[in-house]
């Protein structure tokens, strides 16, 4: 039935309920727009923060003088994935520089690691910043509940040698935990990785051989992607 055969009274009775679900609708996406609009610096102004922390963790602060989040440059890892590396610099020299590797997790979700490596290739600290590993079992890669993860820094491709780079149950050199392999030998692996990650591209990660192609970011000392 079309609207021609309906009564006055009735088309009347639904061009004002379709009026006000209109109305209605507006004025909801009026309001999540300028929600969105008034929150938006304050999300990313949050965002900011927590990666200065995760940085701050892993790069001591003697090493720079500059803005690491703002002095960045993106490269593709092994997997030809775009990973985005943040520079310590101290007298306009790279001195360090951070970045984040994955594991395989629990629940086919990626444990996220930060890693801090010095101009030699040497881990100046590794952090998992984001899992869901077992709560008593695989959680312990956190500082907060263990020391384990502790036991990267300082630690190079030459140290351990890296047929040692794994866990004792596979005859490398870092411990497992009691109860849970998978965990530790999935970030020694990715840890090992990040590592030779740094030895492919060391050049670049220190500024010290030119992109390919580079773009520089308002504010930054240069923002380079190859």
């Given amino acids: 039935m079309t609207l021609a055969f309906l009564k006055p009274e009735h088309r009347q009775r639904l061009i004002y309920h379709v009026a006000l679900l209109g109305g209605v609708a507006l004025l909801t996406s009026a309001a999540i727009g300028v929600a969105d609009h008034l929150t938006r610096a304050d999300i990313a102004r949050r965002q900011l923060e927590d990666l200065q922390l995760t940085l701050q963790q892993v790069v001591p602060a ?96 030459t140290d351990p040698q890296p047929e040692k780079w794994g866990v004792k149950k596979d005859g490398g050199a870092f ?36 992109a390919q192609t580079a773009a520089t970011a308002p504010g930054s000392a240069g923002e380079k992607r190859l």
């Fill in 175 to 210: 411990d497992q935990f009691t109860g849970a392999t998978i965990t530790p030998r999935a970030v020694v692996k990715a840890v090992k990785g990040g590592l030779d990650f740094f030895a492919a591209h060391r050049a670049l990660l220190l500024d010290e051989a030119p």
């Fill in 62 to 157: 003697s090493y720079y003088d500059n803005e690491l989040v703002r002095d960045t440059v993106t490269v593709k890892d092994a997997a030809g994935e775009p990973l985005t590396v943040y520079r310590a610099r101290r007298g306009g020299q790279v001195q360090a520089v951070c970045y984040r590797v994955k594991a395989p997790g629990y629940g086919n979700t990626a444990m996220v690691i930060a890693l801090g490596v010095d101009r030699s290739g040497t881990l100046l600290g590794v952090r998992v910043i984001s899992h869901n590993e077992t709560p008593g079992l695989g959680d312990k890669i956190e500082l907060g509940k263990s020391d384990w993860i502790l036991r990267f820094t300082g630690r190079s491709l």
